[in-house]
């Protein structure tokens, strides 16, 4: 079936490094935005970062600009997200999402229409 599956959370030390990986499974990420999110306890879902099909336009949340860096690989259909200098406050479940091209215009990237989220990974920064 159609998925998106994420993988790379873990715990890690404040300033540590992570990865995130989101790969495709039975479509082609080409055509897609690729969006990430994340979602802590008691917080509403907030957007990250995106990149976008067409050029690799990226974007990110004033919170992670600096720190954050979204990547994709067409080529092995997975996209990324390498975490660095994180802080307590990026705990949270991150979410992948792809939004198929015609679907996602503009730089309101958050808000694009979404078409496939993946089911999610822990990211837990603490010392």
């Known amino acids: 079936q159609v998925q998106l599956v994420e993988s790379g959370g873990g715990l890690v030390q404040p300033g540590g490094s992570l990865r995130l990986s989101c790969a495709a499974s039975?479509?082609?990420?080409?055509?897609?935005?690729i969006g990430w999110f994340r979602q802590a306890p008691g917080k509403e879902r907030e957007g990250v970062s995106c990149?976008?099909?067409?050029?690799?336009?990226?974007y990110y949340a004033d919170s992670v600009k600096g720190r954050f860096t979204i990547s994709r690989d067409d080529a092995k259909n997975t996209a990324y997200l390498q975490m660095n200098s994180l802080k307590p406050e990026d705990t949270a479940v991150y979410y992948c999402?792809?939004?198929?091209?015609?679907?996602?215009?503009?730089?309101?990237?958050?808000?694009?229409?979404?078409?496939?989220w993946g089911q999610g990974t822990q990211v837990t920064v603490s010392s």
């Open positions: 039975k479509f082609t990420l080409d055509y897609y935005a």
């Open positions: 990149i976008s099909s067409s050029d690799g336009t990226t």
């Open positions: 999402a792809a939004a198929p091209f015609y679907r996602a215009y503009g730089t309101d990237w958050w808000t694009y229409e979404y078409s496939y």
